[in-house]
């Protein structure tokens, strides 16, 4: 009898971390498939931005703004500009003008007001600075935003075939289209490499 006290002892205990290891094999399982859908939501996000591929990114600017404040920007780049800008929290509205570096509600050209996101088209004839003001809505006590600040370099076409032709701009155009492309190329680069790296990180901790 005292001989089978020690025996049923190991073999509850052996059931026991067969059941632990049973469910840690299991959370195992589920993490790995939330952090896969984590990553594949931030790809598709990533890959699926609905923009032209005339479109060049030059900037990305991240702010918040307090209700009824001002957030005010210089834009420099020549050429037609394409702001677009998404509140992340709250409601914040976007007033562009080249008469004044600091565009309100009262005083401004372009305008964008929505609750969602908001796009501006700055024309190539605007003057350089450019007065970008963002708005933060009373309705919201703080307001996050992200603005993505776009070159277009779309060609203009003009009646009877005709398109506008300036030598000297289509060539810095050219250039700057090069150069950005370059260095979009090589944030998607950093993107997937931070990205594979992160999954890689995950699968030694776990394994």
């Not at 959370?27 to 890959?47: K, T």
């Not at 020549?78 to 677009?84: A, F, N, R, W």
Request: with cysteine; proline share 4%.
């Amino acid at each position: 009898m005292s001989q089978a006290q020690p025996q049923l002892r190991c073999m509850g205990l052996d059931s026991r971390k067969n059941h632990l290891r049973a469910m840690a094999a299991r959370w195992r399982g589920i993490l790995i498939v939330f952090v896969a859908a984590q990553v594949l939501c931030a790809a598709n996000a990533f890959e699926e931005e609905d923009v032209p591929k005339e479109w060049i990114l030059l900037h990305v600017v991240q702010g918040q703004i307090g209700a009824g404040n001002y957030s005010y920007l210089r834009l420099n780049h020549e050429g037609k500009i394409v702001l677009q800008m998404q509140s992340l929290k709250g409601d914040a509205d976007l007033y562009v003008s080249d008469v004044t570096l600091h565009p309100s509600f009262d005083e401004y050209e372009l305008q964008s007001v929505t609750c969602g996101q908001d796009v501006v088209h700055v024309p190539a004839h605007f003057r350089r600075p450019v007065g970008i003001g963002i708005y933060g809505h009373p309705s919201h006590l703080e307001s996050e935003f992200e603005m993505k600040v776009y070159y277009d370099q779309t060609v203009v076409q003009y009646p009877f075939g005709q398109v506008s032709y300036n030598p000297e701009e289509m060539k810095a155009n050219q250039k700057h289209s090069h150069s950005t492309e370059d260095e979009s190329q090589d944030e998607e680069s950093v993107f997937w490499t931070v990205l594979i790296g992160i999954l890689k990180l995950i699968l030694e901790i776990l394994f």
